[in-house]
């Protein structure tokens, strides 16, 4: 069974603050894709990015970066120098690689980025 | 690419009534469709996953006679919600995963149901 722990429920920071969300993933398959959506408002889930589990390469897009840790089964991801237009409700996922599965969510941590 | 339409966004229905909502894959073929169901402030739940052509299958404590879908095509699933009421209220997302593509899938814009 896999399982994804996003154990902040709501986060509140400071325009400028840098934030970072925390995941953590259970899962027994060697080969899985991680994934963060960011839902704002409107509903609408964004796509943010998708990590392969062979790739523990970190990433940087702007002012958001990934931490892939393998050993310790976490995605973390950052925003620095977050902007209010970042509040939203954060989602972190797991799918496994292989024949036809489902992605399992964790439970969202919402950012309020206040002025 | 990968586009996934919803329709409608916002539906507002009386207790008893029926109500469809559509998804569409826009600009490629979706082999396998997905619908959730997100309640106030919790994340998504999976509800049923449906393949063109053939019967969806639901996930446990779904009734599959209260929520129709019909995947009759490579671009469109559809949920039927059958006499709904209040406690059905709720945001509907739709996902689609790519024929051939990797395990990936692509959201709709969900649409809000509420129940009176």
């Known amino acids: 069974a896999q399982k994804v722990t996003q154990a902040q429920t709501e986060i509140s920071v400071v325009e400028k603050e840098d934030v970072t969300l925390d995941c953590v993933y259970e899962?027994?398959?060697?080969?899985?894709?991680l994934f963060w959506y960011k839902q704002p408002p409107s509903g609408e889930l964004v796509f943010l990015i998708r990590?392969?589990?062979?790739?523990?390469q970190n990433e940087i897009s702007g002012r958001y970066s990934w931490n892939f840790q393998k050993s310790t089964s976490s995605f973390n991801f950052t925003i620095t120098a977050s902007q209010v237009v970042d509040s939203a409700v954060y989602f972190c996922a797991l799918i496994k690689n292989s024949g036809y599965s489902t992605l399992t969510f964790g439970k969202g941590t919402m950012l309020l980025v206040s002025p | 690419g990968a586009v996934v339409s919803q329709h409608p966004s916002r539906v507002i229905c009386k207790s008893g009534t029926s109500v469809k909502i559509e998804c569409r894959s826009l600009d490629f073929q979706a082999t396998t469709m997905f619908w959730y169901r997100q309640f106030p402030k919790q994340s998504l739940m999976l509800m049923a996953t449906s393949n063109e052509g053939s019967k969806a299958t639901y996930e446990q404590g779904v009734e599959k006679d209260k929520f129709l879908i019909n995947h009759a095509s490579l671009t469109l699933s559809t949920l039927t919600v059958t006499s709904a009421h209040p406690e059905d209220s709720s945001f509907y997302i739709c996902?689609?995963?790519?024929?051939?593509?990797?395990?990936?899938?692509?959201f709709g814009p969900g649409t809000r149901l509420t129940v009176l």
């Open positions: 996902s689609a995963r790519e024929r051939g593509g990797i395990n990936e899938q692509f």
């Open positions: 990590r392969n589990s062979f790739d523990e």
């Open positions: 899962t027994r398959d060697t080969t899985y894709y």
